[in-house]
């Protein structure tokens, strides 16, 4: 029998905040039902969640993934030209729903729709205006090679370390890229054009390592979220994620490799039209600054910069 879970029991089994197992549900990470009003994960949906890439492609039809209509091509066009509201490429963090949230009661704010992309699919599809902001974490130089022709202004939302996640203790004592290639090491990788995807492979090709030798390369991922369960449960033993993500468990230690920036990049054209000049106005006010940093402990002493590419 497929046994069922309440989300403290699954909150147990993966050593994370009761919180978080709803925000992994609420983000369509982790499937779940409902047995009249209450709230239940199976032990297929748990090991779909845990499995990620790996999981059978059959199970689909049993797990009932979530809708994906809101990112579809369609429904982002008829948005983009219809509606009086933005789109917001990203994926999901406490900077993003701190400044939707502000949108909303701004006196020059918009309705914001926000498409879960990472870094190079948000570039891609400002790049062919499929969106109006991309949130992307690279290095601002990098840009013009992605989005070629445009003129860019990019906002700064904040800057954090990104590094690996490993068990408490790192038992194994990984510290360098060249220890991903040992044998009794398995890695949580993310998917492609992920910020952490990118930085790995950037750092493998100056290394001159071959992701053949890495266990685990191919299975991806696509949360810090995802990628640090799967370590907390002995199905990995590291992978490449933000600090914040790995303060919100005892059972992992993070050790920093590199402080890279967030931000929004537009149209450079676009940033005094309503909705955009908005937008500056709440990541240059004071209650984002203080609402982002109390939240995550972000670096905010570049938080509203404007650079133009």
């Not at 369509?28 to 969640?49: F, N, P, V």
């Not at 800057?159 to 060249?178: A, C, D, Q, S």
């Not at 990118?198 to 493998?204: A, F, G, H, K, T």
Request: contains cysteine; aromatic residues 8%.
């Amino acid at each position: 029998m497929n046994k069922l879970y309440t989300a403290q029991e699954v909150a147990d089994k993966l050593k994370i905040k009761k919180t978080t197992v709803y925000e992994l549900i609420k983000r369509g990470e982790l499937q779940s039902s409902k047995i009249g009003k209450q709230l239940r994960i199976s032990d297929a949906q748990l090991e779909q969640y845990l499995h990620g890439s790996d999981a059978d492609p059959s199970a689909s039809s049993i797990l009932h993934l979530p809708d994906t209509q809101p990112e579809s091509s369609v429904l982002k066009r008829d948005y983009l030209l219809y509606s009086n509201g933005l789109i917001l490429s990203g994926q999901t963090s406490a900077a993003l729903e701190l400044l939707c949230g502000l949108m909303a009661v701004h006196p020059n704010g918009m309705p914001v729709l926000q498409s879960h992309m990472n870094t190079y699919n948000g570039l891609y599809a400002l790049y062919f205006n499929k969106a109006h902001i991309a949130a992307a974490s690279i290095s601002p130089e990098v840009l013009p090679h992605l989005v070629p022709g445009m003129s860019l202004a990019v906002i700064y939302l904040y800057e954090y370390f990104m590094g690996f996640y490993v068990r408490e203790g790192n038992p194994k004592e990984i510290r360098t890229f060249h220890d991903l290639t040992r044998a009794d090491i398995i890695l949580a990788n993310r998917e492609k054009g992920s910020t952490r995807r990118i930085y790995l492979d950037s750092q493998l090709k100056e290394n001159h390592i071959s992701p053949l030798d890495i266990s685990g390369y191919r299975h991806e991922l696509v949360s810090d979220l995802s990628t640090a369960a799967a370590i907390i449960n002995g199905k990995a033993d590291a992978a490449i994620g933000e600090e914040y993500i790995s303060r919100q468990s005892d059972c992992l230690d993070f050790l920093p490799l590199t402080k890279i920036p967030m931000f929004l990049a537009m149209d450079a054209d676009a940033l005094e039209k309503p909705g955009f000049s908005a937008i500056v106005d709440i990541v240059r006010s004071e209650d984002f600054k203080f609402g982002l940093h109390s939240q995550t402990g972000y670096d905010i002493s570049r938080t509203g910069e404007i650079l133009y590419l």
